[in-house]
């Protein structure tokens, strides 16, 4: 599969633990032998302005992480819009789903999901978008600026049960025929991260389900990172999460 990447995002551009340093290596020494990497490209201002205000673009700007922020924002397009032909995932940060259009918290500055499917819907590639959020935490950001649009329909998973978990994914993911289905993926629901629900193989699951449910909309599919802090586990379950959504 393709996994958008760039060296960039081994940078540690805060203290926070998604900015930690050694996370993003930790995933692509699991993955490098097994995916083919795709080098991101920064999202242009006009693509970030089309969700967030000038204010929140400034502030980030005073912040010095504008370009590692639209870079990470630029890997969800790209993932997005090959995501329309073939599965692909985004091995990007910061992270976005905590951002809204005039303000961010939770370690994220711009929001890559809301950028990403903004972008095909403006450029009427998708009339219909189904957003899964499996990070650990809810994705308010991301609620905050698609939910009321009409065209994007999102789920925030909450079981306290991996049985339940994985069935009200699946759930959601068959119930309503999208063009596209975007992952925002966090990995600190797994059990030896933050969350301690999830095994590697639930995040197969997930990723297999993603891939099946795009199929049967005849529509496409692509996920990207939001969390997952524990590095000693966060390649094998992106791996698996890969290899569930590139899976026949
Ligand atoms: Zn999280």
Not at 41 to 66: C, F, G, L, M, N
Request: aromatic share 8%.
């Amino acid at each position: 599969m393709k996994v958008i990447y760039h060296q960039d995002f081994n940078q540690s551009y805060c203290s926070d633990p998604a900015a930690a340093p050694g996370r993003i290596e930790a995933v692509v020494k699991v993955i490098r032998n097994r995916v083919v990497f795709v080098e991101a490209i920064p999202a242009s201002e006009e693509d970030i302005a089309a969700v967030h205000t000038q204010s929140h673009i400034k502030r980030v700007k005073s912040e010095e992480i504008y370009d590692i922020a639209a870079l990470a924002a630029g890997g969800a397009i790209q993932a997005a819009e090959i995501g329309l032909a073939e599965p692909c995932f985004a091995l990007i940060r910061p992270p976005g789903h905590h951002a809204s259009e005039g303000s961010a918290w939770g370690f994220c500055y711009f929001n890559n999901m809301a950028v990403a499917i903004e972008k095909l819907k403006r450029e009427n590639r998708i009339q219909k978008a189904l957003i899964l959020d499996i990070d650990l935490h809810f994705g308010d950001g991301t609620v905050n600026i698609l939910d009321g649009n009409g065209y994007v329909t999102i789920y925030n998973p909450s079981a306290s049960h991996p049985e339940a978990y994985l069935k009200s994914v699946k759930d959601f993911l068959f119930s309503l025929k999208a063009d596209i289905i975007g992952v925002s993926a966090g990995f600190d629901n797994h059990a030896d991260d933050w969350g301690g629900l999830l095994s590697t193989d639930d995040y197969k699951e997930i990723g297999r389900l993603v891939k099946k449910a795009s199929m049967m909309h005849g529509g496409g599919c692509f996920a990207i990172l939001e969390g997952g802090y524990n590095h000693s586990v966060l390649g094998q379950n992106v791996m698996a999460f890969i290899e569930g959504m590139g899976g026949a």
